[in-house]
């Protein structure tokens, strides 16, 4: 069973485009979530997902920032018109209950 | 509120016991966990405690939870070099968990 699978590792974008960020959860696992880490900082809660459905939005930015997962294929973080205070690293977990939570590796965003 | 507080920085001699604080906010915290991050990596689930515990032993981990106080340890016997990494103690919420700062162990000869 592989574990929560994030690409790309690394992102780098310029200002004003559009980064997407996908997220594969472990199989057998329905509940997504995305956090964001600033650098020397802990992980921040964006968003929470089960299939379809954005059950909590409430850590997600009001603009420019949308996530899915959809049924079928992987859960997509979308930041559109990026601007340099979106460098960060996005961490996406998935679990099948809602004890336990298993981060990926992460998909690091430089916005130049 | 939603809040969860850590010491930045701890440094320990390779064999002795590390232990690290953190300290909580919602008393209605159902899991308390403890997070693993090395340089560059995702983070890797060490342990959680289900919140009508007070103990939680696993190998070299011990887990204490002081319900009352809002305060976790975790305290790592036996210290590595391979222990060395950032230290993540994080609470539940509904639908989300709520991470402190993070605690950097450094492991010294």
């Known amino acids: 069973n592989a574990g929560v699978m994030q690409n790309p590792r690394h992102l780098v974008r310029r200002r004003g485009q559009e980064a997407r960020l996908r997220c594969s959860p472990m199989k057998g696992h329905s509940h997504v979530y995305w956090y964001r880490q600033l650098p020397e900082e802990g992980l921040k809660f964006m968003v929470y997902l089960q299939k379809e459905n954005i059950i909590d939005e409430s850590g997600m930015p009001k603009e420019r920032f949308s996530a899915e997962f959809p049924k079928e294929g992987p859960s997509i973080l979308r930041i559109q018109q990026v601007v340099r205070g979106d460098s960060a690293a996005y961490f996406c977990?998935?679990?099948?209950?809602?004890?336990?939570?298993?981060f990926g590796q992460g998909t690091r965003l430089t916005v130049v | 509120g939603e809040d969860v507080e850590q010491s930045l920085f701890l440094s320990v001699r390779e064999g002795d016991s590390s232990v690290i604080n953190c300290t909580y906010t919602?008393?209605?915290?159902?899991?308390l966990y403890w997070y693993k991050q090395e340089p560059g990596a995702g983070l890797q689930l060490l342990t959680y405690?289900?919140?009508?515990?007070d103990m939680k032993q696993d190998q070299r981990l011990t887990v204490l939870l002081n319900k009352k106080d809002k305060h976790l340890s975790l305290r790592i016997a036996d210290t590595q070099t391979g222990d060395s990494a950032i230290y993540f103690c994080?609470?539940?919420?509904?639908?989300?968990?709520?991470f402190g700062a993070g605690t950097r162990l450094a492991v010294h000869p």
């Open positions: 919602d008393s209605s915290s159902t899991y």
């Open positions: 405690i289900f919140s009508n515990m």
């Open positions: 977990a998935s679990s099948p209950r809602t004890e336990e939570a298993f």
């Open positions: 994080a609470e539940s919420l509904p639908n989300k968990l709520i």
